[in-house]
């Protein structure tokens, strides 16, 4: 191969899927301008890059646009060697028409590896289905400071939960034949201040306990084949030159054998942002070298000036042999090496000749069952913060008129009980004086048939609340306002009225979502006060570089609710106070928020971290019970929208203390969340004593105590009081899901390798250390159930890459084990 044909296979071009079937075109980016097909051809192509993510086009025309292009491709270079197509997949396959699902915090409140890992699943036998290579998740990224704008595409602030979950995710991408990718490596989450593509400024002992172990986890454990830099520098080196990171640790260390892919024009940022290369050829040889094999997402740095810098002797061919050989290495194990490779898809056989007329609409992107993964996985996400009792709802027909006067007729709506308080709870109607302030004179009785549920707040009405940024309809779809949304997108009004079938449903904003103004807020006193429930909604609006309160360059100054909707909660607050009408607060959002007053004065609070396209339905269910809540917060819930940042992963200087006036304990702690029944934890039996080699062994009940069926989340944690260097109070080393009906009892025994009490000591080297150990199973990182005490005898015990990952849960259930 020539120099120029080794360098076409090193970079993409952007290139969106023709409407009509034709051949792509350039993407024409705002940040460049890419050179035209018909000068790139003849050499050869590495990658094109989201041809179904860059504009709206029916799937079966992508597909056959893809087709083509790769024709053309095929045809233009003597070794017919075709180009890997990728495209986003982050909340689901980024196409038109195709299911979203919840976004990747949702993944974490789940706790539910298995369901991700099927999702993943389907997500890749998509994208493959229509000719696509490669997908660009997951994010493995550990939330450090919930400000930063795209904690909603994180799966938490616990490194194991990320490791685990973005794990079984990988696993299920490749199993669909879809290269996945590991990104941001390393450390972009840490930014100074939550600020998007800020410098990080941690030590190597945070990077390499609470950063590196997911993306660790994923080389040795998921089959990974492609990791994606950060945009990041760490103490002043860029992660796109960082030699260290990128090739001495991820390769030679933890053996990873695939290719390493720039993040979006990340490797032209050396130059242009961070200063550390002089020109695009200088850019380009600092990545290559560092150990960077393809520029994404369109040729700039490693076209002509790497190419240039070739010839003048100042980057050896050796390096873009390296590269070369991985990234060939790659399509041929995908079979576009192969003699017989055909570029037509999946989805396109059988449909020859190829007319576009004929293909149009038939492929399906959003089946019935795709869309059941996506709401079962929003089933098992939704988090019930709170509950006085008044959650489930039970909301039914009054039967006759109600006289709504100070006398208080019968509830129309009541509260079934559950974790957290009583049932029963009622609504006991109007005072004349509450009457006189709604306009009805006196107070005079309002005949009502059926109670009325007021649904207050920005989000009742909007169809994208549930949508994360990388969603198509908000990534691609915001910017043609015309086209519609391709999939059933539900509102939470929509929901509650199919929910709650004999109840009127008075549906008010109140406010925008990031708007200053507060000229709504008498309207929607007003509803509430004349309702039998209030069900607030509030929340994010996912977007990119600030035209979102949440998502890619959407970072937040403090956790305070967007706009005025924290306004708008105490106003309604105020209002109800003392009338007895029950206020539940939905949040429909991509990073926890501070909720002030509603903490101890709401009746109930659930929690959704955009849910996806089935999300309306599922909150809706959780308001009624007709789904029982499961989901654990995978961040915890700050009480002050101040003090960060700060995550449950602390040491205990970085909790509350006398020398600070800064209490940074939060009003929900990582791991909570409230179920319609209640656990007994008991029996607890376990080993006391292990070498630093040995493994630890405990047993004990969990019993379902309440009168419905529910999911326990076992979570368990390690606290080592006595390290030789700091250590966080406490860490997630294991946990497992355990559905039980009504009085059913589970049997649960756990094997805890002492491996997982190892930590980066004093100097560098992984560690196991000798001493007293704390295993603290727990509902929850603040809801220490059961503890044992044990202790690890022998020496100081060095550990790599090859130490034990997991605790092994055995839960047998009716003489059933899993």
């Known amino acids: 191969m020539t120099t120029e044909e080794k360098l076409a296979q090193l970079y993409g071009l952007w290139a969106g899927a023709s409407a009509d079937g034709a051949e792509v075109?350039?993407?024409?980016?705002?940040?460049?301008?890419?050179?035209?097909?018909?000068?790139?051809l003849p050499h050869g192509l590495g990658q094109l890059t989201r041809p179904f993510g860059t504009v709206p086009v029916d799937p079966a025309l992508g597909a056959l646009s893809l087709m083509r292009t790769q024709e053309r491709i095929v045809a233009a270079n003597r070794f017919s060697i075709p180009a890997m197509a990728h495209d986003e997949c982050l909340a689901g396959f980024a196409a038109w028409g195709a299911t979203t699902y919840p976004v990747p915090l949702s993944w974490g409140a789940a706790f539910d590896p298995d369901l991700v890992r099927e999702m993943a699943g389907?997500?890749?036998?998509?994208?493959?289905?229509?000719?696509?290579?490669?997908?660009?998740?997951?994010?493995?990224?550990?939330?450090r400071d919930a400000r930063w704008g795209r904690v909603e595409e994180t799966i938490g602030e616990d490194p194991y939960l990320v490791g685990?979950?973005?794990?079984?995710?990988?696993?299920?991408?490749?199993?669909?034949?879809?290269?996945?990718?590991?990104?941001?490596?390393?450390?972009?989450?840490?930014?100074?201040?939550?600020?998007?593509?800020?410098?990080?400024?941690?030590g190597t002992r945070e990077r390499a306990d609470v950063i590196l172990p997911p993306f660790e986890m994923a080389v040795r454990e998921s089959g990974v084949r492609s990791v994606m830099h950060a945009y990041n520098d760490t103490d002043g080196v860029p992660c796109a030159a960082d030699e260290e990171l990128l090739t001495g640790l991820l390769r030679d260390t933890w053996g990873f054998e695939g290719t390493v892919v720039a993040d979006y024009f990340g490797i032209a940022f050396l130059k242009t942002l961070h200063g550390v290369a002089a020109d695009w050829g200088d850019a380009a040889a600092t990545a290559l070298r560092a150990g960077v094999d393809v520029e994404l997402p369109t040729v700039k740095t490693f076209g002509r000036p790497l190419r240039d810098a070739i010839a003048a002797g100042e980057v050896p061919e050796e390096l873009i042999d390296r590269a070369l050989r991985r990234v060939l290495t790659q399509k041929a194990e995908l079979g576009l090496l192969d003699p017989d490779w055909s570029p037509v898809p999946p989805a396109l056989a059988g449909h020859a000749p190829y007319d576009a007329d004929p293909l149009r609409g038939t492929v399906d992107l959003d089946s019935p069952a795709?869309?059941?993964?996506?709401?079962?996985?929003?089933?098992?996400?939704?988090?019930?913060?709170?509950?006085?009792g008044t959650l489930p709802l039970t909301v039914g027909?009054?039967?006759?008129?109600?006289?709504?006067?100070?006398?208080a007729g019968a509830a129309g709506v009541s509260g079934a009980g559950g974790a957290g308080g009583a049932g029963g709870?009622?609504?006991?109607?109007?005072?004349?004086?509450?009457?006189?302030?709604?306009?009805i004179a006196g107070g005079a009785p309002v005949p009502r048939t059926a109670p009325r549920i007021a649904l207050i707040g920005p989000q009742g009405e909007t169809p994208t609340a549930v949508l994360g940024c990388y969603s198509f309809p908000v990534h691609v779809g915001a910017q043609h306002p015309g086209t519609p949304a391709g999939i059933g997108l539900p509102t939470l009004r929509e929901a509650l009225a199919a929910e709650f079938p004999g109840s009127e449903i008075v549906s008010v904003p109140g406010a925008g979502i990031d708007t200053s103004d507060t000229s709504g807020f008498p309207e929607a006193v007003r509803a509430a006060r004349d309702a039998d429930v209030v069900v607030v909604a509030l929340g994010d609006r996912a977007g990119l570089f600030g035209r979102g309160t949440s998502g890619e360059g959407c970072d937040a100054e403090s956790l305070t609710l967007p706009g005025v909707q924290g306004q708008l909660l105490d106003a309604l607050l105020d209002a109800l106070d003392g009338t007895g009408t029950p206020l539940v607060v939905t949040l429909?959002?991509?990073?926890?928020?501070?909720?002030?007053?509603?903490?101890?004065?709401a009746s109930a609070i659930v929690q959704a971290f955009f849910p996806g396209q089935e999300g309306t339905s599922v909150v809706a269910g959780v308001l009624s019970g007709r789904i029982s809540p499961s989901g654990r917060l995978p961040v915890s819930v700050p009480r002050l929208p101040g003090g960060q940042p700060s995550t449950y992963?602390?040491?205990?200087?970085?909790?509350?203390?006398?020398?600070?006036?800064i209490d940074p304990t939060p009003a929900f702690a990582f791991g909570h969340g409230l179920t319609y029944t209640s656990f007994v934890w008991s029996d607890l039996v376990a080993t006391d004593t292990t070498g630093t080699d040995g493994s630890l062994e405990l047993s004990f009940t969990v019993r379902n105590t309440g009168g419905r069926a529910g999911t326990e989340v076992v979570q368990l944690y390690l606290h080592d009081p006595v390290a030789s260097v700091v250590q966080p109070v406490q860490r997630l080393i294991g946990y497992v899901r355990v559905p039980l009906e009504p009085d059913e009892r589970a049997s649960v025994a756990v094997t805890v390798p002492a491996d997982l009490a190892s930590f980066t000591g004093r100097d560098g080297r992984r560690i196991v250390e000798p001493g007293t150990l704390e295993l603290r199973l727990a509902a929850s990182s603040a809801d220490v159930r059961l503890t044992a005490t044990a202790t690890l005898t022998g020496p100081v015990r060095s550990v790599d890459h090859t130490r034990e990952l997991h605790a092994r849960f055995t839960v047998t259930r009716g003489g059933a084990t899993t």
């Open 397 to 407: 027909a009054v039967g006759a008129a109600r006289d709504r006067t100070d006398a």
């Open 425 to 439: 709870a009622g609504v006991t109607g109007v005072t004349a004086d509450t009457g006189d302030a709604l306009g």
């Open 164 to 202: 685990t979950v973005a794990t079984a995710y990988i696993q299920g991408l490749e199993s669909a034949g879809i290269v996945a990718t590991l990104k941001h490596f390393a450390g972009y989450s840490a930014s100074r201040g939550g600020r998007n593509l800020a410098p990080v400024s941690m």
């Open 25 to 40: 075109a350039p993407h024409q980016h705002d940040m460049d301008r890419p050179p035209s097909l018909d000068e790139l």
């Open 370 to 388: 795709h869309r059941d993964i996506s709401r079962r996985l929003a089933e098992r996400a939704v988090v019930l913060l709170h509950n006085d």
């Open 588 to 601: 429909l959002a991509g990073r926890p928020y501070a909720l002030g007053r509603a903490v101890g004065k």
């Open 122 to 143: 389907a997500i890749g036998r998509d994208m493959r289905s229509v000719g696509l290579h490669q997908g660009l998740a997951p994010v493995l990224d550990v939330v």
């Open 649 to 661: 992963l602390a040491a205990p200087l970085a909790r509350v203390s006398e020398v600070s006036s």
